[in-house]
């Protein structure tokens, strides 16, 4: 059983930072696909930043030049440093994980961006 649990959410003011961390727990033998989506009140989940097994990133353009994603293998742990934060970013935000075919989530942390 795989186990996602992300920390770090909060609520700042624009033009803030906060930094996300997802660890992966449970029966992992290999590097996966991680990353992060987002959910505003009233919109769709949307993709935020990816990162492959690799190292290989993307990112939705609405957080290109202010987030950055990153990963500790060693730990199974994502990261994700977001940067000169706006209202707009304000959301749910969930990790991800591929693994074995699968798509496994995590319950969510909330992002607020207000002044």
């Known amino acids: 059983q795989v186990q996602l649990v992300e920390s770090g959410g909060g609520l700042v003011q624009p033009g803030g930072s906060l930094r996300l961390s997802c660890a992966a727990s449970?029966?992992?033998?290999?590097?996966?696909?991680m990353g992060w989506y987002r959910q505003a009140p009233g919109k769709e989940r949307e993709l935020v930043a990816g990162?492959?097994?690799?190292?290989?990133?993307n990112y939705a353009d609405s957080v290109k030049g202010r987030f950055t994603i990153s990963r500790d293998n060693a730990k199974n742990t994502v990261y994700l440093q977001m940067n000169s934060l706006k209202p707009e970013d304000t959301a749910k935000y969930y990790c991800?994980?591929?693994?074995?075919?699968?798509?496994?989530w995590g319950k969510g942390t909330l992002v607020s961006v207000s002044s």
């Open positions: 991800y994980l591929h693994y074995t075919g699968m798509t496994y």
């Open positions: 449970g029966s992992i033998f290999s590097i996966n696909d």
């Open positions: 990162i492959t097994a690799l190292g290989r990133t």
